[in-house]
């Protein structure tokens, strides 16, 4: 059974840092491809950073230049980083796992950014 634990949400600052964990347990978590999503209020679904089996990693839209997405295989956990977060930083942020056409969802985790 797969399993895509997200954990780190909670309230921030504005301005302020958050760090977001995701513990994978029933795959093979290195020959996977990893990504962060974020859905905010009223919003869609969207990408914030992903990084692949080969370690290639990358932030999109507006997180690109305050993320860091970085994966432990030792550990099956995949990371994200972001700096000087603001409002529109608030969302429920999702881990996915992705090998071809398969695909994996954590339950996510909620971020707040809020003084």
């Known amino acids: 059974q797969v399993q895509l634990v997200e954990s780190g949400g909670g309230s921030v600052q504005p301005g302020g840092s958050l760090r977001l964990s995701c513990a994978a347990s029933?795959?093979?978590?290195?020959?996977?491809?990893m990504a962060w999503f974020r859905q905010g209020p009223g919003t869609e679904r969207e990408l914030v950073a992903m990084i692949t089996s080969s370690d290639y990693a990358t932030c999109v839209g507006s997180a690109r230049g305050r993320c860091t997405v970085s994966r432990d295989n030792a550990k099956n956990t995949l990371y994200l980083e972001m700096n000087s977060v603001n409002a529109n930083d608030t969302a429920v942020y999702y881990c996915?796992?992705?090998?071809?056409?398969?695909?994996?969802w954590g339950q996510g985790t909620q971020v707040t950014v809020s003084s």
């Open positions: 029933g795959i093979i978590f290195s020959d996977y491809h």
């Open positions: 996915r796992a992705s090998l071809g056409s398969e695909l994996h």
